[in-house]
């Protein structure tokens, strides 16, 4: 019983930590399209990769303990959030590919989803994040939105 409420207050917690983040970048209107907090700041940080980026962009998802390792490397540490957390919030908006061969074989990649991404064991378990650019069009619209809205501090860079 101790065990399952201690997870209980640490997952409300986590939700708490998000949706402060979501509310202080100014991205709320993201929610009216039926996000999760946790799934916006996925977006907002993928967002900003992207625009980079625009192709795809490769990342560990975890700090290497075999390497050092730079800023900007680990998506962990940006979003700070732990890899099983981050796959419920990915699924709402992203289709992972545990292999390179698994994605190339798909005839759909995306899923109509926004985001895929492609584990290439091959090169350190790094991960590749591919933008669905026909489906992010909306997303796009409601950044610009929030950013008219007199947001600052929005570490997204859509809006300039």
């Known amino acids: 019983m101790k065990i399952n409420i201690q997870l209980e207050i640490k997952e409300v917690n986590k939700r708490n930590k998000y ?3 979501v509310e202080a970048k100014g991205l709320t209107a993201l929610r009216k399209l039926g996000y999760s907090d946790g ?3 996925i977006i907002e940080r993928l967002e900003f990769s992207f625009r980079k980026s625009p192709d795809g962009f490769d990342k560990h998802f975890e700090e290497r ?3 050092a390792n730079l800023d900007g490397e680990c998506l962990s540490s940006e979003l700070d959030m732990e ?3 981050f796959k419920k919030y990915f699924k709402e ?3 992972r590919y545990l292999s390179l061969e698994e994605y190339l074989s798909s ?3 995306f899923e109509g989803k926004l985001y895929c991404s492609v584990l290439d064991t091959d090169n350190h378990k790094r991960t590749k994040y591919y933008r669905n650019h026909q489906s992010t069009g909306l997303i796009e619209l409601f ?3 929030d950013c008219s809205q007199g947001t600052d501090n929005l570490n997204m860079g859509v809006a300039e």
């Open 19 to 21: 949706t402060i983040a």
């Open 39 to 41: 799934t916006i700041v």
């Open 65 to 67: 303990k075999d390497q």
């Open 83 to 85: 890899k099983t957390t």
């Open 93 to 95: 908006i992203g289709v």
């Open 107 to 109: 005839s759909d990649k």
């Open 143 to 145: 950044f610009q939105q």
